[in-house]
């Protein structure tokens, strides 16, 4: 199966490093114009140069800040002014991890505007053109914790549950557009974001962080991390004419790990 994204036009959050970075590697590849999307602009700098390019794609990054709402909304007003997007790939930075009985009110808020109304607003402007050309991707990555809940991110499993039912509840309404929406369960990868909650349940439980690793990888099936290329795969699948008829699902990559049917 060959996949073309060629003049397609996508924007990839947190496409920095890790997931994202993966992501728009693999889009750039298929033939997409990728926009990059964090707050590291040296970084991004770096990473739009080396994205594969052939023909007439045209590569560029945005700087914004996640965990500013209201910066964050000025910049996609700004953005959506002057650019149009096919392919959405919904993707943020983690919130800190910590217990139910850790958090507070003020937490709740920071992390619900973080992990939800950067995307929801995110999506609000990239539909209109969707919606005129009819055709449009919007692919939100979240956590196999919406399906079992992990005891020590209770902002992450609370906040990511709720863009799985607005992605369910969004996609039953694009559809007759030729849009789909799907949401992406996200397991343990090879990433930074993994190795510090490593670190802190590690120390949490006052084991070497080694061992505490060895356990982890022992509970997933395949006995091994995923690599970012593997998600860069799926997203750029749902991305194509290929994945036109699949829509409003929650698909896992997690080797295994999520054990509920």
Known sequence: M???????????GASSSGLGKAIALQLAASGASVTLLARREYTLQQLVTSLPCSGNQQHQY????FSDIDAYKN??????????????INNTSGPSPGTALEKKDADYVT??????????????KALPHMIAHRFGRIINLTSRSVKEPI???ALSNTIRSAVVTWGKTLATQVAKDNITVNNILTGNFE??????LYEREAAAKGLPLEAYK???????????????????DLVTFLAS?????ITGTSIAIDGGLIKSV
């Open 241 to 245: 004419d290929q994945a036109a008829y």
């Open 111 to 124: 992390a619900f505007n973080l992990l939800f109304r950067t995307v929801q607003y995110t999506t609000e």
């Open 2 to 12: 060959q996949i073309s994204l060629t003049n397609k036009k996508a924007l990839v």
């Open 214 to 232: 060895e356990q982890a990888l022992e509970s997933i099936p395949m006995k091994r991390l995923g690599k970012p290329e593997e998600m860069g």
């Open 75 to 88: 910049k996609m007003d700004d953005y959506f002014a002057n650019n149009q997007v096919d392919l959405l």
């Open 62 to 65: 945005l700087v914004a800040d």
């Open 191 to 196: 990433t930074d974001r993994i190795l510090e």
């Open 151 to 153: 005891e020590a991110l």
